[in-house]
């Protein structure tokens, strides 16, 4: 299928993970894919090396999310290469400290909020400014069941996934009569290297699959298919909703209280 042809793509955190998979996905549904690394070129490269193999046009770019002139000089490459950006995927990020608040420094809270909170509205906000066209536009930026769902030790991460939900839906609403729509893809436990204990150790990945009503974790696979969909013209009358691919996870919560 070419629900993306000729369609412009940047996924941000694309040299691995969930990124890495949807990157591969708009490939090989016709998209132009940009493809963006924080510090490992040569993940990234070997992802280029895909793409071309599948046939799409791609270039690769280090990006810091978190710093503000980082993103405004690849989004201004990018638009110069291609001449427009169609389609966002605000996916980097970093995971939670798993420090009590009591006990967590600033720069470690910093750190997160930074990267996951302020690099999706420094992605969006480049994107949209450098949008050079009246064709639609698609923001799709990954959260994370703990927008909604909090657990304990993560107040930097749940701060940041809870303040990405408010963030999308006020931006929903700005773009809702601009033909951008903005959505997000909250993943609960999926097989990436934010979860390299559960990959790592079966023990560790079954214990903590027994609170996911499906009983497995989720696959990179498992996303793709949401991500293609609020990508193309299918998605056209959707914004501001947050898709859980989760197994049931966030809807799991009080069982046996």
């Not at 998209?31 to 793409?51: F, G, M, Q, R």
């Not at 605000?90 to 470690?108: E, Q, Y």
């Amino acid at each position: 299928m070419a629900r993306l042809k000729d369609k412009v793509a940047l996924i941000t955190g694309s040299d691995s993970g969930i990124g890495r998979a949807v990157a591969e996905a708009y490939a090989n549904e016709g998209a132009k894919v940009v493809i963006t690394y924080h510090s490992d070129e040569e993940a990234a490269n070997e992802v280029e090396k895909k793409l071309i193999q599948i046939g799409a046009e791609s270039v690769v770019h280090q990006l810091d999310v978190s710093d503000e002139d980082s993103v405004k000089t690849v989004f201004s490459k990018v638009v110069d290469h291609f001449g427009n950006i169609d389609i966002l995927v605000s996916n980097a990020g970093v995971n939670g400290s798993n420090i009590p608040v009591s006990d967590m420094d600033t720069k470690t809270f910093d750190t997160c909020i930074k990267t996951n909170l302020y690099g999706a509205f420094f992605c969006c906000r480049e994107f949209l400014q450098l949008k050079t066209s009246d064709r639609k536009g698609k923001i799709i930026i990954v959260s994370s069941v703990h927008e909604d769902v909090n657990n304990k030790g993560n107040a930097d991460y749940n701060a940041s996934k809870g303040g990405v939900k408010n963030f999308s839906r006020s931006l929903a609403l700005e773009l809702a009569d601009k033909n951008i729509n903005v959505n997000n893809i909250a993943p609960g436990m999926i097989l990436t290297p934010m979860n390299q204990k559960a990959m790592d150790d079966e023990k560790v990945r079954k214990e903590a699959e027994q609170n996911i009503p499906m009983k497995r974790a989720g696959k990179t696979e498992d996303i793709t298919g949401i991500a293609i969909y609020l990508a193309s013209d299918e998605s056209d009358y959707v914004t501001g909703a947050t898709f859980f691919v989760d197994g049931g996870l966030s809807i799991n919560l009080g069982q046996g209280a």
